[in-house]
């Protein structure tokens, strides 16, 4: 497809897929070393966990499964053996905060209680990290402020880590929040301040009136190693757990994986992980709604200039709320130059329907979480796909590679939210718009 065709495509908001020109597959110390540092510092942080959310007792780690999802192949249009091994990440369950952003938002909460908690001489070297949760360290947070933009579950995790040490706690939300994502905030004693604005205007006056008070703490979703880190570390853990399963990733086995994106920190940090632990062998790819192609157009863009999916007319609208974000985070993008593979889209009726197919396995998924859904198709099945696995896996025979479908959130939706979602998946009907995709 020519540069022309894709902004055509683009523009008339239909599912493309975009691959890397700069995408450059290797071994990557630094990548290695990054989430290393990650499964360390949460390993450090786990004795506190357990005792902050008796949920994650005795181990105090936050994981999800990874399930063969075999049984829903037909129903996805991926029965045939070309498709691979068909794998299910479940962030969509993931402990504390029921979503990927559990993984970011937790992680630097807890960095930050324990370096201001370190500077305040509340905890020295060597000591136990769970007198974190004791009660001087509760009265000292509890004089402190952690503030985030969020369009909900970033919020989420970053409120529900705060107000468990003791902070004060303000989730600033775009004007696509959902009133659930509010109303659960409110309920664990979070400011919540709602913008009319989009997401990234709304991070801005968030960052803007954070950095007026030196006690508050601001997690700034654009711009967060942090976070990102935090993120990175869930590609040890699907590394653990493909060797569990006796699935060894190499050069004849490469791992492919589909990763729902808004700003890009949460499947920027994963790729990164996946990078450092799977080298070369592994094939990250990011997922975003028509409307909102935000990575999409910042990675072809290239650094330099930020951009935005509004330059193309686009609406920056979709059901898939976690993902409603018009610009991409430079900090990502700078770290995705070479590492990420490509990107594509699907329109929001597809979201519904890979949601009410997800549920008849017991998947709870939100409408974001069930992007990763459309990968397979998309590499297999377009003109970009195949010549990306003519560059990347010539010799691979694709009965096996692995796929990883990323499902991203869910788990907290209300249930008559929740009902809402599947009846208009079923509504919609079994025919998926993305199988109209072929060139
Ligand atoms: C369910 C879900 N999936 C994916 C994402 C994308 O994460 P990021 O914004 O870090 O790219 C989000 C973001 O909020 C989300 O809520």
């Known amino acids: 497809m020519s540069d022309e065709t894709l902004l055509q495509r683009l523009r008339a908001a ?6 890397n020109p700069g995408y450059a597959p290797q071994t990557d110390p630094q990548a290695m070393a990054d989430v290393m540092g990650a499964k360390a510092a949460w390993a450090r942080f786990a004795p506190l966990m357990a005792e902050l959310w008796p949920e994650l007792a005795p181990s105090g780690v936050i994981r999800s499964t990874l399930t063969d999802i075999a049984d829903l192949r037909p129903a996805l249009g991926y029965a045939a053996p070309e498709y691979g091994t068909l794998l299910v990440k479940g962030d969509h369950a993931l402990p504390v905060a029921g979503s990927v952003k559990a993984r970011g938002g937790v992680f630097e909460v807890l960095s ?31 004089e402190r402020r952690i503030a985030v933009g ?19 706690a303000t989730v600033h939300m775009s004007h696509d929040a959902k009133a659930w994502k509010v109303a659960r905030l409110q309920s664990l004693g979070v400011e919540v301040v709602q913008h009319e604005t989009d997401y990234s205007q709304a991070v801005a006056a968030a960052r803007e009136i954070a ?22 570390a869930a590609a040890a853990e699907l590394k653990e757990q493909l060797a569990e399963q006796g699935i060894s990733i190499g050069p004849d086995r490469p791992l492919i994986l589909y990763l729902p994106c808004g700003i890009g920190g949460a499947p920027g940090g994963i790729a990164h992980g996946a990078r450092g ?39 920056n609208r979709t059901e898939a709320d976690g993902m409603a974000v018009a610009t991409m985070s430079q900090l990502v993008a700078e770290r995705m130059q070479r590492r990420l593979a490509g990107v594509f889209t699907v329109g929001d009726d597809d979201l519904f329907r890979w949601l009410a197919l997800a549920e008849t396995k017991g998947l709870r998924l939100e409408p974001s979480a069930a992007s990763g859904f459309g990968g397979p198709q998309m590499l297999m099945n377009t003109h ?26 869910g788990a907290f939706v209300p249930e008559e939210q929740y009902q809402g979602f599947v009846a208009k998946g079923r509504a919609l009907g079994p025919r998926f718009d993305l199988k109209g995709v072929s060139s």
Do not use: C
Request: no cysteine; net charge negative; glycine share 10%.
């Open 14 to 19: 239909e599912p493309v897929l975009w691959t």
């Open 112 to 142: 930050i209680a324990v370096s201001q908690a370190r500077g305040a001489e509340l905890l020295y070297d060597g000591e136990d990290i769970e007198k974190l949760a004791g009660d001087d360290a509760r009265a000292f947070f509890g």
């Open 211 to 232: 950095a007026r008070d030196p006690l508050t703490h601001f997690v700034d979703d654009e711009d967060s190693l942090l976070l990102f880190k935090g993120y990175s």
């Open 150 to 168: 969020s369009t909900g579950n970033l919020g989420l995790s970053v409120g529900i880590a705060a107000r468990a040490l003791g902070y004060k």
């Open 384 to 409: 970009e796909g195949r010549a990306f696995r003519a560059m990347h896996m010539p010799t691979v025979d694709p009965a096996r590679a692995v796929h990883v479908i990323w499902t991203t959130g």
């Open 277 to 315: 632990v799977f080298g070369p062998d592994v094939h990250p790819f990011f997922v975003e709604p028509v409307q909102a192609p935000s990575a999409l157009v910042q990675m072809r863009e290239g650094l330099g200039r930020e951009t935005s999916v509004y330059e193309l007319g686009l609406s």
